[in-house]
């Protein structure tokens, strides 16, 4: 029998977000990459994980932005799998700072417009989509020659 994990958030609570018995560094979706494409998209969240996998074939999602989520073997797996992996994370500066640090061992992002951030707070590709539309979070895609 299988460990069974739990994560629950608390968006309305300042002292505590999450309740979690995940591990860090497990990611989610690395057993169902099919290997379609060439590319593959991870970002931080199941919730982005889920819409992302709606247009793309090969996606995975680490816990958080951080470089402690992100362990070393996972990602020596991704760059020898793949001729791109593309950091998809949040716009934020944390995101964006996290982003850069793996930019130097050979990974790409791509994050959501950064005017949009700043005038809505839209961080991440599900605020993207709820704001605007699956169908233009695709031509962004496209435009990054991502799908």
């Not at 299988?2 to 497990?26: A, C, D, H, Q, R």
């Not at 949009?116 to 020659?145: G, H, W």
Request: with cysteine.
């Amino acid at each position: 029998e299988g460990v069974e994990f739990t994560k629950i958030y608390s968006p309305f609570s300042t002292t505590m977000k999450w309740l979690s018995n995940i591990p860090l560094t497990l990611m989610f979706g690395l057993e169902d990459l099919s290997f379609k494409s060439e590319t593959v998209i991870i970002t931080k969240s199941f919730k982005d994980l889920q819409l992302l996998s709606s247009i793309h074939s090969d996606v995975c999602s680490t816990q958080n932005e951080s470089e402690a989520s992100f362990l070393e073997e996972n990602q020596k797996f991704l760059l020898s799998k793949y001729k791109k992996a593309v950091i998809f994370w949040d716009n934020d500066n944390t995101g964006k700072e996290n982003c850069k640090k793996f930019n130097e061992k050979g990974f790409g992002y791509f994050n959501t417009p950064r005017q949009d951030y700043e005038k809505y707070s839209i961080t991440d590709p599900s605020d993207f989509v709820k704001a605007y539309s699956l169908d233009l979070l695709k031509e962004e895609f496209k435009k990054k020659n991502l799908l």
